[in-house]
């Protein structure tokens, strides 16, 4: 066993690993976006997280590049992030199951990403970004212009 896989294995042990689900109470979804800014301000974070597992997509919109874009340039727009550079939208995947399109928006105050599973016809969305914004909206405006169903929201601070 080399250094590295003994650490991994000794801090699993001890317990020292700050994980998510022993750190719950990270996770503001279902908190108001007021409460989200209190704590913003409160615990000095240094960003949001914002992760959205959205399922039900209308699969024509999910399997378009030129879809996605659009969809980047309105979500920055929306949630007033400035983009920095032009997105990378990218498909692969040789195997059905992990066939889609992935891509990555730089934003001046750090990124959005996310990954298009045409398989299941879910979409999997990341938006971190050092500036306050409101997870709701995008949430929502993920849904509406997907034409998606039931989501998993998550909202985590970054300290």
């Not at 250094?3 to 042990?13: E, P």
């Amino acid at each position: 066993m080399n250094k590295i896989h003994l650490f991994v294995l000794t801090t699993l042990l001890s317990g020292t690993l700050n994980t998510t689900a022993n750190n719950m109470k990270n996770n503001y979804a279902g908190a108001s976006y007021n409460a989200i800014k209190v704590a913003f301000d409160k615990n000095n974070a240094w960003g949001l997280h914002t992760t959205i597992d959205l399922k039900d997509c209308n699969p024509e919109l999910i399997r378009s590049a030129e879809a996605i874009e659009e969809f980047i340039i309105k979500l920055c727009d929306l949630i007033e992030m400035k983009r920095f550079g032009d997105p990378t939208i990218v498909h692969f995947g040789e195997a059905e199951q992990i066939a889609g399109f992935s891509m990555t928006q730089l934003i001046e105050t750090s990124l959005v990403s996310g990954h298009f599973a045409n398989a299941t016809n879910a979409i999997y969305i990341d938006v971190f970004s050092c500036k306050l914004y409101n997870p709701y909206v995008v949430a929502k405006f993920t849904q509406e212009f997907f034409k998606g169903g039931e989501y998993t929201l998550n909202v985590l601070l970054r300290k």
